[in-house]
C-alpha cells in the first residue's frame, strides 16, 4: 500500500522549467528510488567525472567538477526518424558497456504505477544510425530493453514474452511463446510491482549467452472487476488479477533459456512455488545464479546459488523475524566484493538494520556495528576501502551520509555537520564525487556536486529562483512521551499570528503504516497540498506524529512493533500522542480534526471510531476499511496468515468500529481505484448506514488511487476537503 506524495507535483508546477529544480524535487520528495522510474535521471561515465542526461531532445554530458562544459552527445538530428520532422521525446536512455551504441526509450505507457511500457530505438554513435526495436511488434509494448554486455543484441519483453533482437540485421528470436496475460515472462503480475517492486523480470548473463528470468504463473488468481459507468453508454468491467488475503499468490519460478532460442532449464528451487516468493535473483557468475526466497508468511528468507546449466540448487544463507523480513524498505541487494568471492547484504538480526559482507559458504561479517540503522547503502569503494551509506543514529527525522572502512568499523559521518536536514547522494562510479541533494523544512531544496570523502562543493549549490517564490511553513519539531512510555516525534506548524492566550483548532495528518513516514526533516514539510488557501494564515495548528511501526530509523523493535497489529497500536500511539500535544493550552480540544490518504485514510477512520473523545472530525481518503479486502503480499505481511490469524484482520479494520462514530466524517473514494478498490468504501457506507451514522460521501468516477485523473479533479478534491474542514473544525483563535 503506497503513501501518496502528490503535494509534490503540485508544487514543482511553477519550477517545469528548471531540470536542476525537478531533480531536487523528486529525490528529496519522491526518493532516489523512485526517481530512476519517473525521468531520464543521470548517467555517470566510467571514470566518473562526467555525467550523461536528457536535455531539450538531446543526450549531453557535462563534466561534474564544471557544468559550464558539456558536450552534445546526441543531437536532434540524429535523434529523428527518417521521414519525421521531430525528434524522438527521450523518456530514460541507456550505453551499452563499450559506449558505442545507446538506447532510447520513448513513447512510454503505464503498467499500474510507472511507464514500463513504451517503444525503444538503438543510436549507433559509430554509423550516425537510428534504428527502431521490435518491427512488427504492437506499439508501445516492448519493455526493459537492455544491451548485452557485447553490446551486440538487445533483450527484451513484449506482451508477456521474451525476445532477443540481434543489432547487426534486426532479426529478432523468440526465446518464450507461452506468454499470455496470466502467463507471465520477464515481467511481474500487479501486485508483486506493488508490493515487493519487481518489475523488470530477466537479467543477462555475464557472457552474453543466456538469459535468466521469473515466470510468474497468475491463472488461478482471480479478477477483481472494476466498474466502468461513464466513458461507454452501457457500462462495462475492468479486470484486475488481484489475490486479495488469504488467495494463494501466483506460483513463481526462475528459468535461463538461450539466447540462441531453445528450451528453458527451470532452477530446482526447493519449496511450494505457490507457498514462496522469490523477490530478487541476479547472475553469481557465467553459469550461476542467486536468488532470494521468501516463504508466504514473509517471515524466512534464503539465499540460494543456482547452477544454470543443471538448475542444482544449494542453500547459501537464511534468516529469520518474528515479525516479517524486509525485502522491500530498507533491503540491500546484491553488492558483490573482492572479485565475486563476498557480496554485502542488509538484516536487522540484531536489532538494527546493518550490513553484512557474506561470502560463498554463507559465513558473514558485521560491517557497520553500532545501536543505529543503515537507511539505505549508497555506494561500495573497493579501491578506496570504504562503504558509503545513510543513516541517522541521533534523529530519526533526518538523512546523513556515513562512511565505514569495507573491512567494517566504526561508522563516521561524511556529510558536514552545519547541513542539518533530509540529503541525497548519486555517488559516482570511482567513489570521489556525488551529486548531492539537500534541504530541510526551513530549508529550500538545492543540488551540488561534492568531493568525496571530504564533501567539498565543486559546482552548484544554487536554490532555483522559482522555488524561493515558495513560502515555506514555520515546522517546529518535538518529542512527545505517551503514557505507555513511548517516545513519538512530531512536527506542528502554528497559526502565523500566533497568541499563545488563544485557542486554535488543530489538524493532524496521519499515515501510520508501515510504508512511509510523515515526519521527516525535508523541504515539502508542513504543506497540505488539499488545503486551498494558507493553513497557518487561516488560524490552524497543522501537526503530524510518527507511530510504532513506521519506517523511521528507530530499530527493529520501533518498526516491527506493529506485528499483527495494524490498526490497533499505530492507533494507540497516535492518539496517546495527541493527547499529550492537546495538553498545550493554546489548543482547542473542541476542534480536532485529521486526515490521511490510502493507509492514512484507514488510520483517520480508526482514530475517529476508537477515539471519539479526541477527534472530532476526519478526512478519510482512499482508505483499506477492511484489511481483508486488500492484497496478500502487503497485508499479510503485517498481519499473518488467515484462517489462523483472520482476528487481527477483522478486529483491527475500520469497518470493526464504525458503530462508534461521533464527529464528523467525510468518506473520499475513487470508482476505479486498482490498488484499493471502492468496495472497500461500500463496504463501510454499509456499515455505517446499519448503525445509522450519519457522514458525508464523495465519490470521484473511474478514478485511480491518486485522484488526479480529469480535468478539475485534483482542485474539486482539495475544494472538498477545504470546505468540510471549514465547516466542521473551523479555523481562528479564540
Not at 257 to 274: E, F, I, N, Q, Y
Not at 300 to 329: H, R
Request: aromatic residues 10%; glycine residues 8%; hydrophobic residues 35%.
Amino acid at each position: 500500500m503506497q503513501p501518496l506524495n502528490n503535494f509534490i507535483f503540485r508544487m514543482i508546477q511553477p519550477l517545469m522549467r528548471n531540470a536542476a529544480a525537478i531533480i531536487v524535487f523528486l529525490h528529496l520528495a519522491v526518493g532516489p528510488g523512485a526517481w530512476a522510474q519517473v525521468g531520464p535521471g543521470t548517467q555517470w561515465t566510467k571514470d566518473g567525472y562526467g555525467y550523461m542526461r536528457a536535455q531539450d531532445d538531446e543526450i549531453v554530458q557535462l563534466d561534474a567538477r564544471d557544468p559550464s562544459k558539456s558536450t552534445t552527445l546526441i543531437n536532434k538530428q540524429l535523434l529523428t526518424p527518417q521521414g519525421q520532422t521531430a525528434p524522438l521525446k527521450v523518456r530514460r536512455f541507456a550505453f551499452s558497456d563499450d559506449g558505442r551504441k545507446v538506447l532510447i526509450n520513448t513513447n512510454t505507457k503505464k503498467v499500474w504505477r510507472y511507464d514500463t511500457r513504451g517503444d525503444y530505438w538503438v543510436v549507433d554513435l559509430g554509423s550516425k544510425k537510428l534504428t527502431q526495436l521490435g518491427k512488427g511488434r504492437p506499439e508501445s509494448s516492448l519493455m526493459f530493453a537492455k544491451f548485452s554486455p557485447d553490446g551486440s543484441k538487445v533483450a527484451y519483453v513484449s506482451e508477456h514474452n521474451l525476445y532477443v533482437e540481434n543489432l547487426a540485421d534486426n532479426r529478432i528470436t523468440s526465446l518464450t511463446t507461452d506468454g499470455t496475460d496470466r502467463l507471465i515472462n520477464g515481467t511481474f503480475d500487479w501486485v508483486y510491482e506493488e508490493e515487493l517492486d519487481c518489475r523488470d523480470g530477466f537479467r543477462w548473463a555475464p557472457d552474453g549467452q543466456k538469459l535468466a528470468y521469473w515466470q510468474l504463473d497468475a491463472t488461478k488468481t482471480r479478477n477483481y472487476l472494476m466498474l466502468n459507468t461513464t466513458d461507454q453508454l452501457y457500462p462495462f468491467t475492468v479486470p484486475v488479477e488481484y489475490p486479495v488475503v488469504g488467495e494463494d499468490p501466483s506460483r513463481c519460478r526462475v528459468g535461463v533459456v538461450p539466447v540462441a532460442g531453445g528450451a528453458t532449464k527451470w532452477m530446482d528451487v526447493p519449496g511450494d512455488a505457490v507457498q514462496h516468493y522469490i523477490p530478487r535473483m541476479e547472475w553469481a557468475g557465467n553459469d550461476e545464479l542467486i536468488l532470494q526466497q521468501l516463504n508466504r508468511r514473509q517471515n524466512e528468507s534464503k539465499l540460494m546459488l543456482c547452477t544454470a546449466s543443471s538448475g542444482a540448487v544449494k542453500p547459501l544463507y537464511s534468516e529469520t523475524d518474528k515479525a516479517w523480513v524486509d525485502a522491500k524498505e530498507g533491503a540491500v541487494g546484491w553488492n558483490w566484493i573482492q572479485g565475486g568471492k563476498r557480496f554485502v547484504w542488509s538484516s536487522e538480526k540484531d536489532g538494527w538494520r546493518h550490513l553484512y559482507a557474506v561470502d560463498r559458504k554463507g559465513k558473514e561479517q558485521l560491517l557497520t556495528k553500532g545501536d543505529y540503522d543503515v537507511i539505505s547503502l549508497e555506494s561500495i569503494d573497493e579501491k578506496g576501502g570504504q562503504i558509503y551509506f545513510m543513516a541517522s543514529p541521533t534523529n530519526a527525522t533526518q538523512t546523513y551520509l556515513y562512511h565505514v572502512p569495507l573491512k567494517g568499523g566504526k561508522a563516521e559521518r561524511v556529510t558536514p555537520q552545519n547541513l542539518a536536514g533530509s540529503h541525497s547522494y548519486d555517488i559516482s562510479p570511482n567513489g570521489k564525487l556525488a551529486l548531492h541533494t539537500y534541504s530541510s523544512s526551513a530549508v529550500y531544496p538545492t543540488a551540488d556536486v561534492i568531493s568525496l570523502p571530504a564533501h567539498q562543493r565543486l559546482s552548484g549549490g544554487e536554490t532555483p529562483a522559482q522555488a524561493q517564490n515558495i513560502k515555506l511553513p514555520k515546522v517546529e519539531f518535538f518529542q512527545v512521551k505517551t503514557q505507555d512510555g513511548v517516545t513519538l516525534d512530531g512536527w506542528m506548524v502554528k497559526p502565523s499570528n500566533f497568541d499563545p492566550k488563544k485557542k486554535y483548532p488543530i489538524v493532524f495528518y496521519v499515515y501510520g503504516e508501515p510504508a512511509s513516514q510523515t515526519v521527516t526533516d525535508r523541504f515539502g514539510t508542513g504543506f497540505n497540498r488539499l488545503y486551498l488557501g494558507n493553513m497557518a494564515e487561516d488560524g490552524y495548528i497543522y501537526a503530524s506524529l510518527e507511530n510504532r511501526g513506521a519506517p523511521a530509523p528507530r530499530g527493529r523493535e520501533f518498526r516491527k512493533a506493529i506485528y499483527h497489529n495494524i490498526g490497533s497500536l499505530n492507533i494507540r500511539d497516535q492518539a496517546m500522542g495527541a493527547k499529550e500535544v492537546l495538553k498545550n493550552a493554546f489548543v482547542d480540544t473542541s476542534r480536532v480534526a485529521v486526515w490521511g490518504w490510502s493507509g492514512g485514510g484507514s488510520s483517520t477512520l480508526n482514530l475517529l471510531f476508537q477515539y471519539p473523545q479526541i477527534y472530532k472530525t476526519g478526512i478519510s481518503i482512499a482508505a483499506v476499511d477492511n484489511q481483508l479486502n486488500y492484497d496478500n503480499i502487503y497485508q499479510e505481511r503485517y498481519m499473518g496468515l488467515v484462517p489462523e490469524d483472520k482476528h487481527y484482520f477483522v478486529d483491527n479494520s475500520p469497518l470493526a468500529h464504525a458503530k462508534n462514530l461521533r464527529g464528523n466524517l467525510l468518506l473520499v473514494h475513487g470508482t476505479g481505484d486498482d490498488n484499493v478498490h471502492y468496495n472497500n468504501a461500500e463496504q463501510m457506507i454499509n456499515e455505517l448506514i446499519r448503525n445509522g451514522k450519519v457522514f458525508q460521501l464523495m465519490s470521484y468516477p473511474n478514478r485511480t488511487h491518486s485522484i488526479s485523473e480529469g480535468e478539475g479533479t485534483s482542485r474539486h478534491l482539495a475544494a472538498t476537503y477545504t470546505k468540510f474542514l471549514k465547516d466542521n473544525c473551523p479555523p481562528g483563535g479564540r
